[in-house]
């Protein structure tokens, strides 16, 4: 019988042809990655649409709508329906035909997927973009000629984008279900520089070092196994070792240089520094690395978080609920954090680890801004002491953003500013008042030293309040990559 695989090749110049592709494309934001919208929104698109054809195709692979047979036979024509049928790809409703898998966007790409819309979901589910995949998109570092490995690749997303710019590919998974939903998506792409090889985590690879890794892997901390894409498995890897496990790895599968994004979930004390563990699992690893927190919940808002969207029933959540709290209870978990990991694999054994909060997700992609950071956390290692900063030549950076707000106080409204970047991540630096005459006036040609003795007298400002605060808020700005640090002053 023939695969839907190997029907993806055709069916592509149909899509392309009807112009299911470029409407993909022409949904896509320029600075970030976006999606399809939900199965709602869709039903109002296709009712849109001038083409009886595209709105039949978006009936049929985004609404997840059943349609007449003649409907499908045009829209779909000059490919054989009854064929397309024992593929797999459609299904018989009565007398009409329905989409076997959803047919979604992502950045202008296709991407195949399981329907999320009430049909049964099985432990093989393969799911579609969801903001995990737009975040750790977001956290790549994009790496022209890159030889590049996708680990958990699910219907292949990372990988499709990573094709864009890498010279190769490589997506690993555990389920041969979502690997098959990966190549066609890879057909309906006409991508041809990602292979696909089955197994958990890094085993079908092990051995072979890659310039860039990313990693969603099935990081949620719970007894059960249930679902491939989420749960991992708890026999081998209690509570958080899943996800130390892929951050040890993946320092070993990167090439000097090389960079990696990954998701993971870790246990900290609640009252305990939360980026700890973490710490202790890239020491010694050789790769700077750069901790991010998304959230840190108690055991029963962690398990709402992710049993809330899986369980179809009143009934079945406070099962799950039930077993998940007696799972934590059992092993002294007190807090759970969700967040991201980001690695560069360093040419030397002196590396630098350090930690922040990314409550909000990202604006677009923070390439540019990560890259930035890392190599500026090399250069201040290098200043001797904190006051060195200030014979560098510090300039703002495109898409630098600043935002002021008053509150109310019994002394009157006092002003907060704080910098970030667009697009990037959303952590932003906090910039006193005293500093901020200096922090604005910052051009890439002067000295920190020369722009604030020119502010103090301008200013009157204590000159010891304004030499500390802009030094302390310039490092803050280098460490988040939120500044250009130019080259040094001839001196």
Known sequence: MTSFVEIGPDLSKVLRVAGYTDLGRSMSSADGVSVAPNNFDAAVLARRLASPQLCTLVELFLVGAAVSRTEAADALH???????VRSGLLTWCDERVQA????????????????????????DHVVGVGQASLTLADLTVRSPGADVLDVGTGGGVQAFLAARHARTVTGTDINPRALEFAAFGAALNNIDNVRWREGSL?????????????????????????????????????????????????????????WASLLCSWIHSPEGEWSGPVRSWLAGLGCDAWVLRFASHDPLGYAETWLAQTERSIDQFNSALDRWIDCYREQGIGAIATGAVIMRR???????????????????????????????????????????????????????????????????????????????????????????????ELDGKRPLSHV?????????????????????TARRL?????IDWRRRRNR
């Open 202 to 258: 890094f085993e079908p690879v092990c051995g072979q070092r890659y310039d860039l890794v990313t990693a969603n892997p099935p990081f949620i901390i719970s007894p059960d196994t249930t679902y491939l894409y989420r749960d991992g498995d708890q026999t081998e890897h209690a509570a958080d070792g899943l996800s130390r496990r892929v951050v040890i790895e993946t320092a070993r599968a990167l090439r000097p240089g090389g």
């Open 346 to 440: 360093r040419q030397d054994c002196d590396s630098h680890i350090w930690a922040d909060d990314m409550p909000t997700v990202p604006t677009g992609s923070a390439s540019e801004q990560i890259q930035r950071a890392f190599d500026q956390q090399d250069r201040l290692s290098g200043v001797s002491d904190g006051a060195g900063l200030l014979d560098e030549v510090l300039a703002p950076v495109k898409g630098t953003r600043l935002e002021q707000t008053l509150k109310r106080s019994q002394d009157g409204y006092e002003p907060t500013t704080r910098i970030s970047v667009e697009p990037g991540l959303t952590i932003a630096a906090t910039v006193p008042s005293v500093a901020l005459p200096a922090i604005l």
């Open 100 to 123: 076997g898998l959803r047919i979604g966007w992502c950045d202008g790409l296709l991407v195949a997927h399981d329907w999320q819309d009430g049909r049964p979901v099985h432990r």
């Open 452 to 472: 604030i003795r020119q502010v103090v007298a301008n200013t009157g400002f204590d000159a010891d309040e304004v030499f500390e605060q802009t030094l302390a």
């Open 78 to 84: 000059p490919l054989d329906l009854d064929a397309l």
């Open 478 to 482: 280098v460490c988040l990559g939120l």
